[in-house]
């Protein structure tokens, strides 16, 4: 079953949201109590979008913002998953970003500054983090949410592969960490351009490159799927 790590979130999220619930029983009228509500919400919110893959209940808009309700709604979760994430950014001893080949890159979110130096184009793949403003000024941008471990629509990830395709500028790819959601599209951008002849072999381009690179099944056979819709051709070669 291909849909079955993001089937998994669901349940894991599900099964924390009603511990919380019931441990908030015993919590009383306080602060604590309505602490743990809240986040109990927010898990509950979070088994719903990955079991129907609705990245849009996180809020993220396609300009990398995210309006004040949804800002507040998923505060805990928020404050969890930016502060896991700076703990791994201090543990992590792997390169923020890769070049995958000409004008393509690809990395983890972060700063401006910390973006390839001749970057023009941002694809923010993300649905849990949003854009930073000096990105946002600064750089074309494209924003697809995607949830973590999940697949995108893929009318919209057809458009932008296509789009980023024909573009000449210099691009960086993003997830949170990129291994996964930006990889799924470095990959498809690798085979759409005749790089790669098939999405296995760009699957492994990208590994030889950044070997933290991992796509799950559902992402495979998403970008499996994809490809059949590409031009048939060898990859390019050099002169």
């Not at 979130?9 to 602060?31: C, E, P, R, T």
């Not at 088994?47 to 993220?60: D, V």
């Not at 990959?187 to 760009?202: D, G, S, T």
Request: proline share 6%; aromatic share 10%; hydrophobic share 45%.
């Amino acid at each position: 079953m291909k849909e079955r790590k993001r089937i998994f979130f669901a349940l894991v999220f599900l099964l924390l949201a009603v511990l919380l619930i019931n441990g908030s029983i015993q919590l009383g009228y306080h602060l604590a109590l309505i602490l743990t509500l809240w986040l109990a919400i927010d898990f509950l919110l979070l088994s719903i979008a990955y079991l129907f893959n609705k990245p849009r209940l996180l809020g993220k808009r396609t300009d990398g913002n995210r309006p004040l309700f949804f800002t507040l709604l998923w505060g805990p979760w928020f404050f969890i998953t930016s502060l896991a994430f700076m703990l791994q950014l201090l543990l992590s001893r792997s390169p923020s970003y890769h070049v995958i080949a000409e004008n393509l890159s690809l990395g983890r979110h972060g700063h401006a500054r910390e973006l390839p130096p001749d970057t023009e184009i941002v694809v923010d793949l993300t649905a849990e983090f949003t854009t930073e403003k000096e990105i946002q000024k600064n750089y074309q941008l494209y924003c697809l949410p995607i949830l973590d471990g999940c697949t995108p629509a893929p009318k919209k990830f057809a458009e932008l592969v296509n789009r980023l395709a024909n573009e000449k500028r210099p691009i960086y790819i993003h997830c949170a960490n990129g291994t996964g959601r930006s990889a799924l599209l470095a990959a498809a951008l690798l085979v759409q351009k005749r790089i790669a002849k098939n999405p296995k072999e760009a699957v492994k381009i990208l590994r030889e490159i950044r070997p933290q690179v991992r796509l799950n099944l559902e992402q495979c056979d998403f970008l499996q799927n994809l490809s059949q819709s590409f031009p048939d051709s060898e990859p390019k070669t050099g002169n």
